[in-house]
T-cell receptor
Framework: AQSVTQLGSHVSVSEGALVLLRCNYS??????LFWYVQYPNQGLQLLLKYTTGATLVKGINGFEAEFKKSETSFHLTKPSAHMSDAAEYFC????????????FGTGTRLKVLA | DVKVTQSSRYLVKRTGEKVFLECVQD?????MFWYRQDPGLGLRLIYFSYDVKMKEKGDIPEGYSVSREKKERFSLILESASTNQTSMYLCASTQGATNEKLFFGSGTQLSVL
């Protein structure tokens, strides 16, 4: 069965530093890939997604992610962290055909230090 | 703007009670989902529905059932609530293909005492 692994349940970075949140998936057939963000007391909202085409995907709030098939990875980055980036981030995958299931990782809580 | 509305933000129930969590979307979406979110476990799929009156079990359906009588409404039912069902419940919807993003409600924090 498809699975998603997010390394690091908590990540702390200084304001202005690089943000790197890791995500790996298990499928031998590349799925569709998503990153969602959840701010306190809110539902999840989409940051970016990869379906086909260019492997470097740009999203909202300066985030981007690169799909690497050989590494089965879809890591999320942002060059310079801002205090407002403090939130929980979830990587998710969905199958390219068949079931409508979306599978989520366990999440990474990002803390930004002043 | 697109909206997924969950009827309650916080809910407190007693063990053994029947609990209904309601979710309504205003986007005419085909697919609707119920997830539960627990610290360290991420989001786990309980049930989803790809059409009116159609439903499929997710990864953790035990102790839950669902109802989708109208396209815009997807209800999650806890037939006999138990303390291990204390959790945050998130409803989501999407249109058609699986490359589409999920739209989420704000969640219902359910406490079963």
């Amino acid at each position: 069965a498809q699975s998603v692994t997010q390394l690091g349940s908590h990540v702390s970075v200084s304001e202005g530093a690089l943000v790197l949140l890791r995500c790996n998936y298990s499928s031998s057939v590349p799925p569709y890939l998503f990153w969602y963000v959840q701010y306190p007391n809110q539902g999840l909202q989409l940051l970016l997604k990869y379906t086909t085409g260019a492997t470097l995907v740009k999203g909202i709030n300066g985030f981007e992610a690169e799909f690497k098939k050989s590494e089965t990875s879809f890591h999320l980055t942002k060059p310079s962290a801002h205090m407002s980036d403090a939130a929980e981030y979830f990587c998710a995958v969905s199958e390219t055909s068949g079931t409508y299931k979306y599978i989520f990782g366990t999440g990474t809580r990002l803390k930004v230090l002043a | 703007d697109v909206k997924v509305t969950q009827s309650s933000r916080y809910l407190v129930k007693r063990t053994g009670e029947k609990v209904f969590l309601e979710c309504v979307q205003d986007m005419d979406h085909e697919n609707m989902f119920w997830y539960r979110q627990d610290p360290g476990l991420g989001l786990r799929l309980i049930y989803f529905s790809y059409d009116v009156k159609m439903k499929e079990k997710g990864d953790i359906p035990e102790g839950y059932s669902v109802s989708r009588e109208k396209k815009e409404r997807f209800s999650l039912i806890l037939e006999s609530a138990s303390t291990n069902q204390t959790s945050m419940y998130l409803c989501a919807s999407t249109q058609g293909a699986t490359n589409e993003k999920l739209f989420f409600g704000s969640g219902t924090q359910l406490s079963v005492l």
